[in-house]
C-alpha cells in the first residue's frame, strides 16, 4: 500500500511540472506583444519596456521558464499589473474563500446525492425513485450561473430568506453552496443509485439476506460498502468540475474567492492574476485526485495489488 | 431442371432481412421514452434554429428604447429586454449559436483527439507514453478551466470559444478512442489483418475505427450538452459573444442586473439551455443504454 502511495505521489511530480509548463506558456502565446497586452492599453513605451525586462521577453524561452518556475518554487508568482500587489498574497487572500464554498458545496451534494441514490436505489420504480431521478436529470442539465439567478430571485428577492450576495455569515454561505452543490448531487445520485443496483443483484446479497439479516443490515453494510467506490472514484472528478463551475457561482454571488478573481484579471488583463489563479485550481485539482486515488486504493486493495502485479 | 437453373431460381429469391447492429440499436432507443422525449426536445430546437425568422416577427438586434423592460403580453410572448428588444425573439435566434457552439467545438475536438487516441493506442511504446503524459496535464485542468484558459489567450468571442471548447474536450476523445483501440486491436481480426499484409493507416481505419464508433458517438452526444454548458458559462463570464448576439449566457449575465424589475431576462434564457442541454444528455443516456448489449438483454 505504501509503495502505491509512493509510486502515486512521484506520478503527480511530472503533472506539476506540465501544468506549470502550460500555465508559463499562457503569457507567451497571447497574439501581438505580450509586453504590451500585460502593460495594459494606456501604458507608456518605458512601462512596457519595464514589464518586457521583468519577465524577461528577450531572452529564449528556456531562460525565460527557468527563472519562472524557480520564482514559484520560492513562492513567487509575481506581481498584478493592476494592483501592483503581490500574486502570492492576491492568491492568498481568496483561496480560504473558495476553498470553504467548494468544500461546504461537496458536503451538501455528499449528503443529498447519496441519501437520494441509496433510497432511490432500495426503492426502486417508486415515487420517490422516480422524482428523485428525474430532479437528477434536470440537475445535471441545469448551468449553475442560472441556479444561482433562481434562487437569487426566490429566496432574496422573493421571500428575503437570506442575502443575494457577498460574504461576512454563515448565511451568504447558503446559496451558493447550495448551486455549486446541486448539479454534483445529481450526479452523485444516478451513479449512487445504479452502483447500488448492481451490488444489490450480487450472490453475497442473496446469501446475507438468507442468513436472515435484516435489509437495512444488508444495505448499509454489505451493498453500500462495495457500491462507494465507482462513487468516489466520481466525487473526486467531480471535485474538479465543482472547481470549475466556482467560477461560475462566485461570479454570480460576489463570492470573493480564486474563481471571480481570475475572471475579473481576465477582464482587467491581468496576466499574471490570471496564471497564478490557474496554476491554484489546477494544483488543487490534481492533489484532490491524489487523495482520492489513495483512498479509493483503501477501498480496493486489488488496486495497489493489481499495480504490484504488473511491476 | 438443370444445375444453371435451379441456381439462378436461388438468386431471384428474396434474401433474407439481416438486422445490422445499427437497427437493433434504433429498435432499443425507439422503445426508450425518455431518449424519444430528448429526441423530440433537440427536433423542435433544430426547426427553432432553422425557422426562426418564420416563427417571430421581432428582429433579435433592433433596439427600441421606448420599449424596453416591457412585461410579458400578446405582443411580446417573453417581454422585452433594457433595450427593448424581443426577449422570445432573442432566445430563438439563440438557438442558432448554442447549436453551432456544440456541433462545431465537438467536431473539432473530435477531429483532433480522435487520430490522436487512435494512433497512441494503436502503437503504443514512447509515442503513447508521451501522448498520455500530455493528456494527463491537460485534465489536470478542471471542467471549464482549460476553456477559460484558452479563450485568454486567443480573446473573447463566438469562433474562440468553439476552439476553446474543442481543446478543452481533445483530451476526453483521446482518453476514450485510446482505451477502445487497445481493446480492440487485440482482437483475432486485426492480427489477420496484419499476417495478410494491410498497411497500419487501412488496419486503423477499416477494422479498428468502426469498433470504436459506439462509444465515440454516445461520448460525443454528452460531449456537445457539455460544449453548450461550457460555452454558456463563458458567455455569462464575458468572455463568449459580444453584444448584439443573442447568445443565452451573455443575455442571462445582462439581465441579471433586472432580477428585482425583469426576471423574464433571466428565467428563460436559462431554460432554454436547460432544455437543450437535457435533449442531448437523454439521447445519450439512450444511445449508451442502447449500445450495450448487456441492457439490450435485461429489456
Given at each position: 500500500m505504501y509503495g502505491y502511495i509512493i509510486r502515486r505521489l512521484l506520478l503527480a511530480v511530472p503533472v506539476l511540472i506540465g501544468v506549470s509548463i502550460l500555465v508559463f506558456a499562457i503569457i507567451r502565446f497571447i497574439p501581438g506583444d505580450p509586453a504590451r497586452a500585460i502593460a495594459?492599453?494606456?501604458?507608456t513605451p518605458e512601462y512596457i519596456e519595464q514589464v518586457r525586462r521583468e519577465l524577461l521577453l528577450d531572452e529564449g524561452l528556456h531562460v525565460q521558464y527557468y527563472v519562472y518556475f524557480t520564482n514559484l518554487l520560492q513562492g513567487d508568482l509575481g506581481r498584478s499589473t493592476?494592483?501592483?500587489?503581490p500574486v502570492t498574497v492576491e492568491l492568498m487572500e481568496r483561496f480560504p474563500n473558495t476553498l470553504v464554498l467548494s468544500a461546504t458545496a461537496m458536503i451538501i451534494a455528499s449528503v443529498i446525492g447519496l441519501s437520494a441514490g441509496i433510497v432511490s436505489a432500495t426503492r426502486r420504480y417508486s415515487m420517490f425513485d422516480n422524482i428523485s431521478m428525474l430532479a437528477a436529470l434536470v440537475g445535471v442539465a441545469a448551468p449553475v450561473f442560472w441556479l444561482g439567478v433562481m434562487f437569487q430571485i426566490l429566496f432574496?428577492?422573493?421571500?428575503?430568506?437570506?442575502?443575494s450576495s457577498g460574504i461576512g455569515t454563515w448565511k451568504h454561505l447558503i446559496l451558493p453552496a447550495l448551486t455549486l452543490g446541486l448539479a454534483t448531487a445529481a450526479l452523485i445520485a444516478r451513479i449512487t443509485r445504479s452502483s447500488m443496483l448492481e451490488v444489490l443483484r450480487q450472490d453475497y446479497i442473496t446469501t446475507a439476506r438468507s442468513k436472515g439479516l435484516i435489509e437495512r443490515v444488508v444495505t448499509y453494510k454489505h451493498a453500500l460498502k462495495n457500491a462507494l467506490i465507482p462513487v468516489v472514484t466520481v466525487m473526486g472528478l467531480q471535485f474538479g468540475t465543482l472547481l470549475g463551475g466556482a467560477v461560475l457561482t462566485e461570479t454570480v454571488f460576489s463570492w470573493p474567492g480564486i474563481g471571480r478573481l481570475m475572471v475579473d484579471s481576465i477582464l482587467n488583463r491581468d496576466y499574471p492574476v490570471v496564471q497564478g489563479a490557474v496554476l491554484m485550481l489546477a494544483v488543487l485539482f490534481v492533489l484532490i485526485n491524489l487523495v482520492v486515488d489513495i483512498i479509493y486504493a483503501f477501498l480496493d486493495p486489488r488496486i495497489s495489488y493489481g499495480n504490484k502485479e504488473v511491476e | 431442371m438443370s444445375a444453371k437453373n435451379k441456381a439462378d431460381e436461388i438468386c431471384k429469391l428474396p434474401t433474407p432481412k439481416r438486422d445490422t447492429e445499427w437497427t437493433l440499436v434504433w429498435r432499443h432507443l425507439r422503445r426508450n421514452r425518455l431518449a424519444m422525449a430528448g429526441l423530440i426536445v433537440l427536433v423542435l430546437f433544430l426547426l427553432i434554429a432553422i425557422f426562426a425568422p418564420l416563427l417571430?416577427?421581432?428582429?433579435?438586434?433592433i433596439t427600441n428604447l421606448g420599449n424596453a423592460?416591457?412585461?410579458?403580453?400578446?405582443?411580446?410572448l417573453l417581454g422585452t429586454d433594457w433595450l427593448g428588444r424581443d426577449n422570445l425573439a432573442r432566445i430563438l435566434y439563440g438557438s442558432r449559436i448554442s447549436l453551432a457552439i456544440g456541433l462545431i467545438s465537438v467536431t473539432i475536438g473530435m477531429l483532433i483527439g480522435v487520430p490522436i487516441g487512435a494512433l497512441s493506442g494503436f502503437y503504443g511504446g514512447k509515442f503513447d507514453l508521451f501522448i498520455q503524459r500530455i493528456i494527463d496535464i491537460l485534465i489536470a485542468f478542471p471542467g471549464i478551466l482549460l476553456a477559460i484558459v484558452v479563450v485568454t489567450v486567443l480573446g473573447v468571442g463566438v469562433e474562440n470559444v468553439m476552439i476553446a471548447v474543442g481543446i478543452a474536450s481533445v483530451p476526453i476523445y483521446t482518453r476514450l478512442v485510446r482505451g477502445s483501440v487497445l481493446a480492440v486491436k487485440e482482437q483475432g481480426y486485426v492480427a489477420a489483418a496484419k499476417a495478410l499484409g494491410i498497411g497500419d493507416f487501412r488496419i486503423i481505419i477499416r477494422h479498428i475505427m468502426p469498433n470504436c464508433l459506439g462509444p465515440i458517438i454516445v461520448q460525443s452526444t454528452f460531449q456537445i450538452a457539455t460544449a453548450i454548458l461550457w460555452a454558456a458559462g463563458l458567455g455569462f463570464l464575458g468572455l463568449g459573444a459580444q453584444p448584439p448576439d443573442p447568445e443565452w449566457g451573455a443575455m442571462l449575465s445582462k439581465g441579471r442586473e433586472y432580477?428585482?424589475?425583469?426576471?423574464h431576462l433571466t428565467t428563460y434564457p436559462g431554460l432554454a439551455i436547460l432544455f437543450m442541454v437535457l435533449g442531448f444528455n437523454l439521447i445519450g443516456d439512450g444511445m449508451r443504454d442502447a449500445l450495450d448489449p448487456r441492457s439490450r438483454k435485461h429489456r
Open positions: 495594459g492599453v494606456n501604458a493592476f494592483t501592483r500587489r432574496s428577492v422573493n421571500l428575503g430568506w437570506l442575502p | 417571430t416577427p421581432h428582429d433579435p438586434v423592460l416591457a412585461k410579458p403580453s400578446s405582443e411580446h432580477i428585482r424589475t425583469a426576471h
